[in-house]
């Protein structure tokens, strides 16, 4: 029996859900411009009640729904991160979506179950619940990747992005059933409290389950050798869904990834951290390499995310548990600098016409001098430079690992941030150093692109400069960990 | 009440991001206002902290202010953290208002230019770093701020960028200024390692005068001179003075700001703000004492024989700021920070009443080319004049207080050293003849001008006139703020200056003793210990000694360019080759660009032509092929067919199942 007390805790889902399916309603009642307009308010309205719910939260660790379900500052800071993503991408989406005529409430409806997902995956310690959440939020972004209808693209990118996440899934479900098969536990805590007292029934299924995690977490999370599908998902879909799932979906599934392992296996640490010090590697090498030859700035970004996500695994593997508040300060930095350059991606193109090629920035600097002033800042963070939030990011997770004696990685990290720095500075140098190559036209001006911009700015420079409120707030989130 | 001493530097800071930012399509007038208020404001505040402070007792006279944590990394922090204390609350004075007047001059002196908003934005961006330096209550701070005026100090120095002379002056003073602050970093590290093996982290002043105990002699040695490296990269002295005198490339105002005022004496105000640990290694002291010695002496010797009236100046400059480190170097510190301000006053104004020679010239700065222009400009004369007998050391003015309490101190503090005392003198003898040399030349005799430029010559505005005539001002009373005990003064700038230095030894005795020759007989005979009962008749002798060298250099200056102007040409005649020498700087530069510049690009071709070109390119085009290479093969697999991107995730599943069942022990 369930106290209806329990509720309460989860008002921010409930928020969200009831939301999403008002908007629903309004999507399948009515068409046309003004109905998704206020589709698209309602949807802010309803992310910032979510956020002050969840912003409420913070400092309460329960566990409710017969342990099915948990609230803790883990799952609170990063339902946090989620719901900014929400705000911001659906502020930039207003115009966005109107452009790309694919405006309607269930534009909207779909981002907030996205979220919904996301938030059920990473507060809870239970497999099932975990997996749940996960699937709302990749079947969402199934269907908002293949948007644009008539773009053969997006189509392609969506059904490429289906079939290859219902593989991935089935590896991971696969894994949690072998770990259930030699444990019997599904429970992370209980599976944790087993471990510590006695060997699995069987430890190569064990071991077999750890690794189809591996993979099943390693297609979300866009890691070498399972992130073939990034760039060209990321290239067909929506900007505003690329820049959704660039920080999003990510965030969650390294938020589910930290939390099954460093809460259950950690005692096979010696397992998991060989293989993923491989995958690290493999991710950062591989997206820093392959972004040095794109022209294409959606691709780039793409494989500069896969990138991205092999920094974060350098913090992941040392298994340190003191250090994973770097995972989430870099997840939360990560956020605005992504987001920042999408938008101005998106600013960029027309309908149809996205501009994403490397040479439509030539000049910009002269032409649309604030635009291209928040793309270097944009772009410098993501290529660590400080003060900017991105520094302070790259500067905690390296760290972590030379703590914790993880050298190679470290120099393999600050090698690949110098190969990286190159691509990054290409689009800069094209915008201040070189003559416009073809006229664009006007560029997609709206205060709400403006907005934020602004906001990403401020939010990497504030970061920068003064990190740590940031970082004790997430130590204070990874404390249950300890 | 200490809550708000943050706004020293964030108005000019303010100033700089307005006009910055904004100041595209400012009216000239707007600019100029955001500018010159943004400093004044500065001042203000710290002349009502200044207010506080003198009623506060002595002990009491520390503001505190932490802003923020900045870096914090394990069991190190830093904080953004201000520190006003008799020392820095004089550094801020000097700085905004002295800086707040030059500003003001500037205003008239760069009417013409087109950079005019650039200027100010520098110019404002410079006053801020500077007093974040002299605010900052850490050294990684107060690094930021060191950096931060080396940085304006070049961008102010090529302001005319198009001009290759500018330019390159530029860079020089960037690049000799690298090697001073790579001395400072090191210094940096080495005490934070030190410390930390101690168990101590810490970079803030007050923790680290608690913690200096923990230093070893030795280690302190080290500490304090790779300080003074850092030192005499800003502030010009032996052996990385040779970019101070090229600095004059840039606007007058500049030079006078950062290049005499301000910045150059960044150094003296960072050993005044170490000196706990500068007491502590006696050697450190010394080396300090001769190097300020040397440059001091030579730089003079070399303004002697300098045509161009800016590059007089500029070597005065580094001759005074030699004085500066005479003083510290005798540990007596606060005689050094005396000398800084008092120079502050009549230098800042020396170069602003060259400026306006020269705005009255048509921009000519060589004295051979001038004469005559008392009557013409007689503001810029008259305050000239002050400044000349200042800086000569004329009893009354500001610079005889400060000149003569170094000198003593050179004196009593280095155990009598009669030597030291005389090359202080002698340098004194030869300030006063070089600037009434360039006095005389420019200001009495016949003009030499051409006749287009004659025509010319008018007198500055007054918005450029007014800040001459407050420079004037101070520089006559300034000193009196440090009139040494001997004639009946109180010498309160030390006694201000107490709480951070600590207490100077005891002042000598205050009954004159009987005229008493032997004792500068015995000095001279022994240079060694000489009693302190004579202490206070000797400081007698040495301060008469040093009056007479010094007028005895103005009236050189007047007979050789004033009574008799044939003397200086027969005197260049006979002495062709020593002219030479010195006129040509002594061929430093010319060495410099021998042992380093010419050896470093020749190993920058050599690295170029060979590592370059044949190693690092080799690497590169091979990394280039092997990348496009691995681009193909990846490019195979990116071949956006599902199959492909399905079957690379068997491959990494089976790879990684392989890896984790392999791990059965």
Same mark, same amino acid.
């Given at each position: 029996m369930?106290?209806?007390?329990?509720?309460?805790?989860?008002l921010?889902?409930?928020?969200l859900?009831?939301?999403?399916l008002?908007?629903?309603?309004i999507?399948?009642?009515?068409?046309g411009a003004?109905?998704?307009?206020i589709?698209?308010?309602l949807?802010?309205?309803?992310?910032f009640s979510?956020?002050?719910?969840?912003l409420n939260?913070?400092?309460?660790?329960?566990?409710?729904?017969?342990?099915?379900y948990t609230?803790?500052?883990? %799952?609170?800071? *990063?339902?946090?991160?989620?719901?900014i993503? #929400?705000? =911001? &991408?659906?502020?930039?989406?207003?115009?966005? @979506?109107?452009r790309?005529?694919i405006?309607s409430?269930?534009?909207?409806?779909?981002?907030?179950f996205g979220?919904?997902?996301?938030?059920?995956?990473v507060?809870?310690?239970?497999?099932?619940?975990?997996?749940?959440g996960?699937?709302?939020m990749?079947?969402s972004?199934?269907?908002?990747?293949?948007?644009?209808?008539?773009?053969?693209?997006?189509?392609?990118a969506s059904l490429?992005?289906?079939?290859l996440g219902?593989?991935?899934?089935a590896?991971?479900?696969y %894994?949690i059933? *072998?770990?259930?098969?030699?444990?019997?536990i #599904?429970d =992370? &805590?209980?599976?944790?409290?087993y471990?510590? @007292?006695?060997?699995?029934?069987?430890?190569?299924?064990?071991l077999?389950g750890?690794g189809?995690?591996?993979?099943?977490?390693?297609f979300?999370?866009?890691s070498v050798?399972?992130?073939?599908?990034?760039?060209?998902?990321?290239?067909?879909?929506p900007?505003?869904?690329?820049?959704?799932?660039?920080?999003?979906?990510?965030?969650a599934?390294?938020?589910?990834?930290?939390?099954?392992?460093?809460?259950a296996?950690?005692?096979?640490?010696?397992?998991w951290?060989?293989?993923?010090?491989?995958?690290a590697?493999l991710t950062?090498?591989?997206g820093n390499?392959?972004?040095?030859?794109q022209?294409d700035v959606?691709?780039?970004?793409?494989?500069?995310?896969?990138a991205?996500?092999?920094y974060?695994l350098?913090a992941f593997i040392?298994?340190?548990?003191e250090f994973?508040?770097?995972?989430?300060f870099?997840?939360?930095v990560y956020t605005?600098?992504?987001?920042?350059?999408f938008?101005?991606?998106?600013m960029?193109?027309?309908?149809?016409?996205?501009n994403?090629?490397i040479d439509?920035?030539?000049?910009?600097?002269v032409r649309r001098?604030?635009?291209a002033?928040c793309?270097s800042?944009?772009?410098?963070s993501?290529?660590?430079?400080?003060?900017?939030?991105?520094?302070a990011g790259?500067?905690?997770?390296?760290?972590a690992?030379?703590k914790?004696?993880?050298?190679?990685?470290a120099?393999?990290?600050v090698?690949?941030s110098?190969?990286?720095a190159?691509?990054?500075?290409?689009i800069?140098?094209?915008?201040?150093?070189?003559e416009?190559i073809?006229e664009?036209g006007?560029?997609?001006?709206?205060?709400q692109?403006g907005?934020?911009?602004?906001v990403?700015?401020?939010?990497l420079?504030h970061m920068?400069?003064?990190p740590?409120?940031?970082?004790?707030l997430?130590?204070?989130?990874?404390?249950?960990f300890? | 009440?200490?809550d708000y001493?943050?706004?020293?530097?964030v108005?000019p800071?303010?100033?700089?991001?307005?006009n910055?930012?904004?100041?595209?399509?400012?009216?000239?007038t707007?600019t100029?206002?955001?500018?010159?208020?943004?400093?004044?404001?500065?001042?203000?505040v710290s002349?009502?902290i200044f207010?506080?402070?003198?009623d506060?007792?002595?002990?009491?006279r520390?503001?505190e202010m932490?802003?923020f944590?900045w870096?914090?990394?394990?069991?190190?922090?830093?904080q953004?953290?201000f520190?006003i204390?008799?020392?820095?609350?004089?550094m801020?004075l000097?700085?905004?208002?002295?800086?707040?007047?030059?500003?003001v001059?500037?205003?008239g002196y760069m009417h013409?230019?087109?950079?005019?908003?650039?200027f100010?934005?520098?110019l404002?961006?410079?006053?801020?770093m500077?007093?974040?330096?002299?605010?900052?209550?850490?050294?990684?701070?107060?690094?930021?701020?060191?950096e931060?005026v080396g940085?304006?100090?070049?961008?102010?120095?090529?302001?005319?960028?198009?001009k290759?002379?500018?330019?390159n002056?530029?860079?020089k003073?960037f690049?000799v200024?690298?090697?001073?602050?790579?001395g400072?970093l090191?210094?940096?590290?080495?005490?934070?390692?030190?410390?930390a093996?101690?168990?101590?982290?810490?970079?803030?002043?007050?923790e680290l005068?608690a913690?200096?105990?923990?230093?070893?002699p030795?280690l302190a040695?080290?500490?304090?001179l790779l300080f003074?490296l850092?030192?005499?990269g800003k502030?010009?002295q032996?052996p990385?003075?040779v970019?101070?005198?090229?600095?004059?490339?840039?606007?007058t105002?500049?030079?006078?700001?950062?290049?005499?005022a301000?910045m150059v004496t960044?150094g003296?105000?960072?050993?005044?703000r170490l000196n706990f640990f500068?007491t502590?290694?006696p050697?450190?002291l010394?080396?300090?004492?001769?190097?300020?010695l040397?440059t001091?002496?030579?730089?003079?010797?070399i303004g002697?024989?300098?045509?161009?009236?800016?590059?007089?100046?500029?070597?005065?400059t580094v001759?005074?700021l030699g004085?500066m480190f005479?003083?510290?170097g005798?540990?007596?510190y606060a005689?050094?920070?005396f000398h800084?301000?008092?120079?502050a006053?009549f230098?800042?104004l020396?170069?602003?009443?060259?400026g306006s020679v020269?705005?009255?010239?048509?921009?000519?700065?060589?004295?051979r080319?001038?004469g005559?222009l008392r009557k013409?400009?007689?503001?810029?004369?008259?305050?000239c004049?002050i400044?000349c007998?200042?800086?000569?050391?004329v009893p009354g003015?500001?610079?005889?207080?400060?000149k003569?309490?170094?000198?003593?101190?050179t004196?009593?503090?280095?155990?009598a050293?009669?030597?030291?005392w005389?090359?202080?003198?002698?340098?004194?003898g030869?300030?006063a003849?070089?600037?009434f040399r360039?006095f005389?030349?420019?200001?009495?005799?016949t003009?030499?001008?051409?006749e287009?430029?004659?025509h010319h010559?008018?007198e500055?505005?007054?918005?450029m006139?007014?800040?001459?005539?407050v420079?004037?001002?101070?520089?006559?009373?300034?000193?009196?703020?440090?009139?040494?005990h001997l004639l009946?003064g109180?010498n309160?700038?030390e006694?201000?200056?107490?709480?951070v230095f600590?207490?100077?030894?005891?002042?000598?005795?205050?009954?004159?003793?009987?005229?008493?020759?032997s004792?500068?007989?015995?000095?001279?005979?022994?240079?060694?210990a000489?009693?302190t009962?004579?202490?206070t008749?000797?400081?007698?002798?040495l301060?008469i000694?040093?009056?007479?060298?010094?007028?005895?250099g103005?009236?050189?200056?007047?007979?050789f360019?004033?009574?008799?102007?044939?003397?200086?040409?027969?005197?260049?005649?006979?002495?062709?080759?020593l002219f030479n020498?010195?006129?040509n700087k002594?061929?430093?530069?010319?060495?410099?660009?021998f042992?380093?510049?010419?050896n470093l690009?020749?190993?920058?071709n050599l690295?170029?032509?060979?590592?370059?070109?044949k190693?690092?390119?080799?690497?590169?085009?091979g990394?280039?092929?092997?990348?496009?290479?691995?681009?193909g093969l990846?490019?195979?697999l990116?071949n956006?067919l599902?199959?492909g991107?399905?079957?690379?995730?068997i491959?990494g599943?089976?790879?990684?199942?392989?890896?984790m069942?392999?791990?059965?022990?």
């Open positions: 369930i106290p209806a007390s329990e509720f309460k805790w989860i921010p889902e409930i928020i859900t009831g939301w999403a008002v908007l629903l309603l999507g399948g009642f009515s068409k003004l109905s998704s307009r589709s698209g308010i949807c802010l309205v309803g992310s979510a956020l002050f719910c969840t939260l913070w400092g309460v660790n329960i566990d409710i729904f017969n342990k099915l609230i803790d500052d883990y %799952g609170t800071f *990063l339902k946090v991160v989620f719901l993503v #929400l705000t =911001l &991408v659906t502020i930039i989406s207003f115009r966005y @979506t109107e790309e005529g405006a409430g269930e534009y909207y409806s779909l981002l907030m979220v919904l997902g996301m938030m059920v995956m507060s809870s310690h239970h497999f099932i619940t975990i997996f749940i996960l699937e709302v990749s079947l972004i199934y269907i908002l990747c293949g948007l644009l209808r008539n773009n053969v693209k997006s189509v392609e490429k992005y289906f079939l219902a593989f991935a899934t590896f991971l479900l %894994g059933a *072998l770990i259930y098969g030699s444990t019997g #599904l =992370l &805590v209980e599976l944790k409290r471990l510590l @007292t006695k060997q699995p029934f069987a430890v190569t299924m064990f077999a750890i189809l995690l591996i993979v099943g977490f390693g979300k999370i866009a050798p399972f992130h073939m599908w990034t760039p060209d998902v990321y290239q067909g879909a900007t505003s869904i690329t820049a959704y799932m660039a920080t999003g979906v990510k965030a599934a390294f938020g589910a990834l930290v939390r099954v392992f460093y809460t296996l950690l005692p096979f640490i010696c397992g951290s060989t293989i993923l010090w491989v995958i590697v950062m090498c591989i390499i392959t972004a040095l030859v022209r959606k691709r780039l970004l793409a494989y500069s995310s896969i991205h996500a092999g974060i350098v040392t298994g340190d548990r994973t508040s770097s995972i989430l870099y997840l939360l605005f600098m992504n987001i920042g350059a938008t101005v991606v998106i960029l193109g027309r309908n149809g016409e996205e994403t090629d439509s920035y030539a000049g910009l600097g001098p604030f635009i002033l793309m800042i944009f772009l410098l993501l290529a660590g430079i400080p003060p900017l939030a991105g520094f790259k500067f905690y997770v390296i760290s690992a030379v914790s004696q993880y050298y190679w990685l120099v393999i990290a090698l690949n110098v190969v990286a190159y691509y990054y500075l290409r800069i140098t094209n915008m201040y150093f070189k416009p073809r664009l006007v560029i997609d001006d709206a205060p692109y907005f934020v911009m602004l990403c700015v401020w939010a420079f920068g400069i003064f740590r409120m940031f970082i004790l997430a130590q204070q989130a990874t404390r249950i300890l | 009440m200490a001493i943050w706004l020293i530097p108005f800071a303010i100033g700089f991001l307005i910055g930012l904004l100041g595209i399509k400012f009216p000239k707007l100029a206002w955001v500018a010159c208020l943004s400093v004044f404001c500065s001042f203000v002349a009502i207010k506080q402070f003198l506060l007792p002595a002990e009491a520390v503001f932490t802003a944590d870096i914090v990394s394990g069991d190190f922090s830093t953004i953290a520190r204390d008799a020392l820095s609350i004089i801020c000097i700085v905004s208002g002295v800086g707040s007047l030059i500003h001059y500037s205003v013409g230019e087109a950079g005019f908003r650039r100010f934005t520098y404002n961006l410079f006053v801020f500077m007093l974040i330096l002299v605010t900052a209550d850490n050294l990684l701070l107060m690094f930021v701020g060191w931060g940085l304006c100090s070049y961008l102010l120095i090529g302001y005319y960028y198009e290759d002379s500018a330019a002056a530029g860079k003073a690049i200024n690298r090697i001073g602050d790579l400072f090191l210094g940096v590290f080495l005490l934070v390692t030190t410390l093996s101690n168990g101590v982290w810490t970079l803030k002043y007050s005068q913690n200096a105990h923990l230093l070893t030795a040695m080290a500490i304090t003074f850092g030192a005499t502030s010009a032996i990385l003075y970019w101070l005198p090229d600095a004059m490339e840039g606007p105002p500049v030079s006078s700001l950062i290049h005499a301000t960044a003296v105000y960072m050993i005044a500068y502590m290694a050697t450190t010394l080396v300090i004492t001769i190097i300020g040397l001091a002496f030579f730089a003079a010797t002697c024989a300098q045509y161009d009236i800016k590059r007089v100046l500029a070597y005065s001759s005074q004085y005479v003083g510290v005798a540990g007596a005689a050094g920070i800084l301000m008092t120079h006053f230098k800042g020396l170069f602003l009443g060259a020269m705005h009255a010239m048509s921009g000519e700065l060589d004295m080319k001038m005559g013409k400009i007689p503001i810029t004369y008259w305050t004049f400044a007998l200042a800086i000569a050391g003015l500001s610079g005889f207080f400060s003569d309490e170094i000198l003593w101190m004196y009593s503090r280095n155990g050293n009669i030597w030291f005389l090359f202080g003198a002698a340098t004194a030869l300030t003849f070089y600037m360039m005389f030349n420019t200001f009495h005799g003009c030499r001008a051409s287009e430029v004659k010559i008018h500055s505005p007054k918005v006139t007014i800040p001459l005539m420079l004037a001002v101070l520089s006559l009373v300034g000193g009196y703020v440090g009139v040494p009946g109180s309160y700038i006694k201000w200056l107490e709480p600590g207490h100077a030894p005891a002042p000598a005795a205050q009954s004159m003793h009987a005229f008493d020759l004792v500068i007989g015995n000095a001279f005979a022994s240079s060694g000489s009693g009962v004579h202490e008749s000797a400081e007698l002798y301060m000694a040093a009056i007479v060298i010094g007028l005895s103005i009236f050189i200056a007047w007979l360019y004033v009574k008799n102007p044939e003397l200086p040409k027969k005197f260049v005649k006979k002495f062709d080759g020498l010195v006129h002594y061929f430093v530069d010319e060495i410099y660009g042992i380093f510049v010419n690009f020749r190993l920058g690295c170029k032509n060979f590592f370059d070109e190693i690092i390119d080799g690497i590169i085009n990394t280039a092929s092997l990348v496009a290479g691995m681009g990846l490019r195979r990116q956006g599902v199959q991107y399905a079957f690379a995730m491959l599943a089976i790879f990684v199942l392989y890896f069942i392999r791990m059965i022990p």
